[in-house]
C-alpha cells in the first residue's frame, strides 16, 4: 500500500474512533449521567455549592480558596496552550522558509505538513478559549457564592451551581482538546503511530470516565445522607 493510501485509510479511521468515543460519552453525560465521572462530579459541585451557600459568612473563605485553585488551575493550562500556539506558529514559519524535505513516513508533500501543524495549532487554541472561559465563570461563581442575601433562595443557588459546572465543563473541553493533540502530534511522524494512539486513548478515557457499580452506590449513598441532614436541619430551624 502507498503512502497516501496509508495516510487517507488510517487518520480518517484513527479520528473516528476518537470522535465516537466522545459523541458516545456525551449522550451517556446527557441521558445517564451517574455512569460517567462528569456526570458525578457535576452533581457533588452542586452539592458542594449548597454546602457553602448555606451560611456563606461561614463558609465563604473556603469557597473562595477552592475556586481560586480551579481558576489557577486553568490558568496554568491556558498559559500552556497559548505557548504552544505560539512556539508552532514560530516553527511553521521558519520551516515555510527553508526547503522541504520528506523526513517522516507519511509525509511526501509540504501540503500534508500543513495540515498537520495547523490541526495541532487548531487544537491548543481551541485548548486556551476553553480554559479562558473556565476563567471568566469562576470568577463570576466566586462573587455569587459569597452573597448573604442568596442564603434562602434556591433558584439563586441553582443559578450559581449552574455557572461552577459551566466553568467546569470548559474546563473539561479544553482538557480534551490537550488529549487530540498527542494523536495529531504523532501524525507527525506517520499515520500509523497517531492511528494506535487514537485506539489507546479512547481505551484509557473510557476507564477514566465511567464509574463503577462501588462508586455509584456509594455517591448516591452520600446524597442520600446529605439530603437528610438538609431535611433535618431545616425542621430544626421552623421549630
Known sequence: M??????????????????????WLLFTIIYHPRRTVVGINAE???????????????????AVQTIRNNIMASTLLATTAITLSSLISVFVSNA???????????????LFSSIKFFSILLCFLV????????????????F????????DR???????????????????????AFYLSFPLFLWIFGPIPMFVCCCMMSVVLYFLD?????TRDLHCQSVKEDAKANDVESIHHSL
Open 127 to 142: 485548548a486556551f478559549l476553553c480554559h479562558v472561559q473556565s476563567i471568566r465563570y469562576y470568577a463570576h461563581v466566586s
Open 210 to 214: 465511567t464509574t463503577t457499580s462501588f
Open 2 to 23: 502507498k503512502e497516501k493510501q496509508v495516510d487517507s485509510v488510517l487518520v480518517p479511521v484513527g479520528m473516528f474512533i476518537f470522535l465516537s468515543y466522545h459523541i
Open 144 to 151: 455569587l457564592a459569597t452573597v448573604p442575601t442568596f442564603k
Open 154 to 176: 434556591n433558584d439563586c443557588i441553582e443559578y450559581v451551581a449552574r455557572n461552577l459546572n459551566r466553568g467546569c465543563f470548559f474546563w473539561s473541553l479544553g482538557l480534551r
Open 96 to 110: 515555510s522558509k527553508s526547503t522541504s524535505s520528506k523526513l517522516v513516513y507519511g509525509n511526501k508533500t509540504s
Open 44 to 62: 457533588s459541585r452542586r452539592n458542594w455549592v449548597f454546602s457553602m451557600m448555606a451560611d456563606p459568612l461561614k463558609n465563604g473563605v473556603l
